[in-house]
């Protein structure tokens, strides 16, 4: 299939697949006689793949390394493990973070009760030192 039949059926821009293959993230395809990129159901497999693990927040590097060890099926899964667990971790910090986020901007909402902008604590907690978030 061709990269535009490729990307359809994953729902990935041609220049992103042009990219994983770039980055050794997905197999270069073969060429046609015209030189076109002819991708097989491996690379539909493996970019669907892919796709699924950039969508759960998943680096490009760590995506790598779940390739790779999809590869071993004899290994010993605690390596797949330990990255699910860095991501979870990962995915809770950005939680912790957006609550505080939501917390800060409510707070803001209920402190102001003005009626014109040279009153509004709103402009005024904007213009103090902003919240370090992790």
Known sequence: ???????KATGTKAETIRYYEREGILPAADRTAGNYRDY????LATLSFVRRARGLGFS???VKELLTLSDNDDKSCSDVDQLVRQQLKEVNRKIENLILLRDELSQMLQSCEASRIGDCQIVERLAQSPQVWR
């Open 40 to 43: 097989s159901n491996e690379h």
């Open 60 to 62: 490009t590097s760590q």
């Open 1 to 7: 299939m061709r990269i535009g039949e490729l990307a």
